[in-house]
C-alpha cells in the first residue's frame, strides 16, 4: 500500500504503527522510597522483547529488590523468560517462567489470560506459582507463595469504567491471604488538552494466619478517593510533554485498631522525545497506616522505554 500511495499522509501513518510493532523493546524502571520509621527499599527492572510474529512475542525480564530497616537488609533477585500471543482482537495469552538468580532456584511459571469480548468488558485470569507479590521480610523467612487472580472490568465508554478484581495468595507458611478491590473511575472533566478524572477504589483484604514476622492484619478494609488533574503542554510528530497531579485520600480500617485516614500527593511527567523513546518519573508523598500507627513516606520512580 505504501509504496502504491507513498504520498498519502493516513496511509505513512499505518506504516509506521505496523513497523513499530515489530521493533525490539526495552523497558527499564526504578523505584525508591524512604518512611520515617527507617524502612528504605530500592526496586529495579527491566524487560526486553522481541517480536516473532506481529501477534507473536518472546520476552526476558529481571529485577532487584532491596528492603533494609534498622536491623536488616533483605535481597531478592529474579530473571525470567516468557510468551506473549494474541490469537485475534479478543483472545490473548502469556506464559512466563522464571527463577531467582542468587543460586536458590525457586522456579515459578505464570500463566495470564486476557478475554475481551467486545468493546466493553474485559476479563483477566492469571496463576503465578511463585508470585513477587510477598513481603520482603516474609522472604527473608524462607516464604513463598502462590497466587490466583481474577479481575472484570466494564467499560461503557472513554469517561466510565468499573473494575472488580479478587485475589488469593496461598503462603509456605500456611497463611492465605484473600483480597478484593472494587474501583469506579469517572471522568469529570475534559477541554481541549486538560482532563480531570476521579478514582474511587474500595479494597478489602483477610488473611488466616496471625503470628507471622511480616505486617499481615487479619482482617483490613480502605476507602481511597482520587482526584487526578491532567495537561498536556505538547503532542505532535511523536513528540509529546504530558504531566499530572494526584490528590488521593480516604479511611482505612484494620481490625483491632481504630480508623485513620490515609492519603497524599503524587506529581508525573510523560515525555515523548520521538515514537521510539520516552521517559516518565514521578514522584509520591503518602501517610500509611500499620497496625494503628501513622507512618509517612516518599518514593520517587523513574522508567525509560526505547524501540530499536
Known sequence: ????????????????????????????????SREQDGTRDI????????????????????????????????????????????????????????????????????????VTPDDYWTFDFSFDSCTDQVPMRARANGIRAKKIDVGLTYRESESCSLHFELSRSWFSDHNNRNEGLLGYEQGLYVKNNKKLRLFVDLYGMGNSKQDTPYYNPQRLYSLT????????????????????????????????????????????????????????WGVDAARNIYDGDSVNGLSIDIGYRVKF
Open 1 to 32: 500500500m505504501l509504496k502504491l500511495r507513498p504520498r498519502d499522509k493516513d496511509v505513512q501513518d499505518v506504516a509506521r504503527v505496523l513497523e513499530l510493532e515489530q521493533m525490539r523493546e526495552l523497558n527499564t524502571h526504578v523505584w525508591m
Open 43 to 114: 526496586s529495579f527492572g527491566t524487560r526486553f522483547t522481541q517480536p516473532i510474529t506481529l501477534r507473536t512475542r518472546l520476552f526476558a525480564l529481571g529485577w532487584w529488590d532491596r528492603a533494609k530497616d534498622k536491623t536488616s537488609t533483605e535481597y531478592f533477585k529474579r530473571l525470567g523468560i516468557g510468551l506473549e500471543h494474541e490469537f485475534n482482537s479478543t483472545f490473548k495469552v502469556l506464559e512466563q517462567v522464571s527463577w531467582n538468580s542468587d543460586g536458590t532456584k525457586d522456579m515459578g511459571a505464570l500463566t495470564s489470560i486476557t
Open 225 to 280: 478517593l482520587r482526584l487526578m488533574g491532567e495537561q498536556i503542554l505538547y503532542r505532535m510528530y511523536g513528540r509529546g510533554f504530558v504531566h499530572r497531579l494526584y490528590i488521593y485520600m480516604g479511611p482505612q480500617k484494620q481490625r483491632d485498631y481504630s480508623t485513620g485516614l490515609t492519603g497524599g500527593l503524587r506529581y508525573e511527567q510523560e515525555i515523548d522525545f520521538c515514537d521510539t523513546r520516552s521517559l516518565y
